[in-house]
């Protein structure tokens, strides 16, 4: 089973930062939609943010203005940037690429904000 592979979470402060990569296979990456998910605990995943392959990007609103996702194709990396953290951005994130009709997931990676 193909995975994608999530980095970069941790514990941070109300109004810090981090920023989140995923790599991916490159036969999965080249011309795929990728997007960052959460799910906090008791609640359902959400997505947080999605770039195109052509690098059209959309964000859910509680994280527009805060959160950037930007794509490296010759590094078949996928990044979020998150900013100015809440505790409401707590979660597990995951990372998700859509080609050709199949999804695939990463394993996920802690984001915990203290306040």
Known sequence: QVRLVESGGGLVQAGGSLRLSCAAPGFIFSFADMGWYRQA??????????????????????????????????????????????????????????????NYWGQGTQVTVSS
């Open 41 to 102: 605990p008791g609640k359902q995943r959400e997505a947080v943010a999605a770039i195109t392959f052509g690098g059209i990007t959309n964000y859910a609103s509680s994280v527009e203005g805060r959160f950037t996702i930007s794509r490296d194709d010759a590094k078949n990396t996928v990044y979020l940037q998150m900013n100015s953290l809440k505790p409401e951005d707590t979660a597990v994130y995951y990372c998700n690429a859509l080609r050709g009709g199949s």
